[in-house]
């Protein structure tokens, strides 16, 4: 039997409320796709002003999930 | 016309109560003498112990505005 | 009198339900065993993911405190 | 609605003539199978010499574009 | 003739056995459906720990090939 | 008589022609209000993308100045 | 039940054969002393030279276990 | 009462002698004009060297300071 | 005979006169527990302003020492 | 037959034109007395300012070529 | 008497089998002309791809050595 | 007549008594046979301690001379 290989994506997600949410929004979307998900760690927080308050909060993240048949590239 | 020039400082918001709030705090009072505040991006996490909890979150943070005719410097 | 000198130690706090939980059970568990911790940095966010939902946050940080009498090693 | 999330990928554009053409030669062969492309960050400049000249610019390059219903894997 | 374009996905291949057994393992099987295969960089050399022994390598690596007519994305 | 200090500040200029018009429109700007500006390095090289194409270079940069009797604030 | 903490310490195993033999020299030694190791990364691979010859590696690794009730400084 | 909010600024001092006298004659020179300084970090140390001889140090560092009523841009 | 085995600590030694001074104190507090001090490296210079003077220098540094048959947790 | 090896030297070019011609005089010159220079990869892009236009460019950069039977001291 | 000085050259071996024969070589081709090599740090590990298998492995090592009466240029 | 081109060499110089020491022994010890050294940047501070205290500063430098007919090499 073969020893697992993961592959890690990179993704940004957004949040008008919170840190917490942005995680979750990537997450949640990427796993409509991918099967498997199994860690993430968080690259950078960013986030847009607006009239002088958060707008929206970005946080990049890279998202890992074992490699079966499907498309490595 | 010219194209977009902005200018980056660097702030440090803290909070008793949550990352958030620091982030906040930076923005809400940099904002006061700033206009024109468009994003921001956290460069470090830190924060006070006191009696064995967190006493006071302390985040780093920069931020960019579009520098019009005032003093770049 | 020495000028004080200050330990340095690496935790990872984890928590199924946010960021802040995962760092406020590092410190306080820490704090049981060291007296004086006086601040810490978060150096990494990461998680497990399980069913396409985050499944627990783990979080790195540092925490500093007065090296006294003890064991510095 | 579901809040924005964008993927990242990571691309080396070549060009003989010159840095902003490797750049650019990225970008326009990544939208042939991408929509929405939306940012790009330069993360590595590198090139190959031959008979004492630069040969070819190698640039490395970050794009993000809007994650839809497609594939994030 | 356009100038070449590469893509640069992320892996992590594992071994019970070897760090070289990990990256052959990433790349064997990436190669099962990316063509043109072209290098590669280690960025990331961990491992999990069992009965005080190294129970299985985890090497993250960065791998290069040629972007044809396939998705980019 | 005192030794030399210098201010550093961070800015971006951006173009939608070229790095180097990048810039060169922060210098030239930030000159304006700034006397005795002296050096600069390059920090991030990144662009905004539309239809496929470059659009805009954003380039970071950060530009040091002798600090006269002005503030350094 | 308290979330699990964990304690993350800093080790250089050596070795005249192979990078891996320093790797299992240092978690082997550790695990005399320290329950519950459950994790590894190589942070540097450095060596010692004699006679144009590797004379010995030296392999900087930190090492992750479970904090129990034991001294967290 | 609001949060403290700080300020960070880059400063490069400059010294025919000493490391310290570079970081000295920044804080001292910034200090006129900023009210407040709180803390420093070096950033980085360089020096001219004129007939084999260093002959002058420049000590880069980043200098904090509350932020208060005055302008923050 | 096992190939040695070291183990790493960070400390930050603190001074009101000079960044050797700090350095010099925690070398000299660590030993007091610790045997066998073999190198050190200096990871970060700060120190904390009061009426526009340095008031202290604190120096993190990381110490490698031999790992006997002590805890090596 | 020997693996080839290769020597990285780092070299700083400049011009007053642009930062390609800062990379092509760098690469021109060093081939002058380095036969087999193969590659090449900027690491830091600075400059010089006078009166608020830049001067000129300087780009670090490191490049390889095969060690062969000369002095790789 | 002279406090010691050291020289520090970049090198790159590669080998068709494993990391560590990379390393031998580089370290054994460098010695041919350098006296007195006394350590090396491995700052990257990549290699070539050929048909879905690893088909060099390239190490780049800083090796550093006694600078003696020679051309430290 | 050529732009300037710089060469750039990484030393480490190493003192009993002080940083300070380190840096001026390697600048005068590399300026016996390099004309035209021109500037340093500090990359690493680290030292062996023997018996409790700093036996010797070991300073990594790398400086910057100016690249006249000699060997780039």
Same mark, same amino acid.
């Given at each position: ?5 993961? @592959? ?14 942005? !995680?979750? $929004? %990537? &997450?949640? @979307? ?14 950078? !927080?960013? $986030? %847009? &002003? ?18 079966? $048949?499907?498309?490595?590239?």
């Amino acid at each position: 039997m073969d020893d697992p290989v993961y @592959k890690v994506v990179e993704l940004v997600g957004t949040s008008e409320d919170s840190i917490s949410d942005a !995680i979750d $929004g %990537a &997450i949640e @979307k990427a796993s409509r796709s991918i099967r498997h998900l199994g860690w993430f760690e968080v690259t950078e !927080i960013r $986030g %847009a &002003i607006k009239n002088g308050e958060v707008d929206r909060y970005q946080v990049t993240l890279k998202a890992g999930f074992t490699l079966e $048949g499907g498309d490595a590239g």
